[in-house]
Nanobody, 121 residues
């Protein structure tokens, strides 16, 4: 059974930092790409960051230079370090696993339940 569990969301002030974690089970984690996406109610889900099995990374334009994605294959866990947070980063953040192209496009694959990030001004 595939399971992706996000954690680390919460309420933070503008300019603060959070680190999200995504712990996976039931997948060949080290061979999988992992992505973080976010959705604001009423909007589409957008790519935040993705990391391939070979640790190639891709970032959404709005988070470049502020967010860093990483992975620890020994722990079956991927991380999203979010710095210099802005109110527009407020969203539900979802973790996804799959092949690289599916993860970058936010298609197919397996998804977590999401974790809320709220940035207050």
């Amino acid at each position: 059974q595939v399971q992706l569990v996000e954690s680390g969301g919460g309420l933070v002030q503008v300019g603060g930092s959070l680190r999200l974690s995504c712990t996976a089970s039931g997948i060949p984690f080290s061979a999988s790409a992992i992505g973080w996406h976010r959705r604001v109610p009423g909007n589409q889900r957008d790519l935040v960051a993705a990391v391939s099995a070979g640790e190639r990374t891709e970032y959404g334009d709005s988070v470049k230079g502020r967010f860093t994605i990483s992975r620890d294959n020994a722990k079956n866990t991927a991380y999203l370090q979010m710095n210099s947070l802005k109110p527009e980063d407020t969203a539900v953040y979802y973790c996804q696993s799959g092949d690289w192209f599916s993860v970058v496009r936010g298609e197919r694959g397996s998804w977590g339940q999401g974790t809320q990030v709220t940035v207050s001004s």
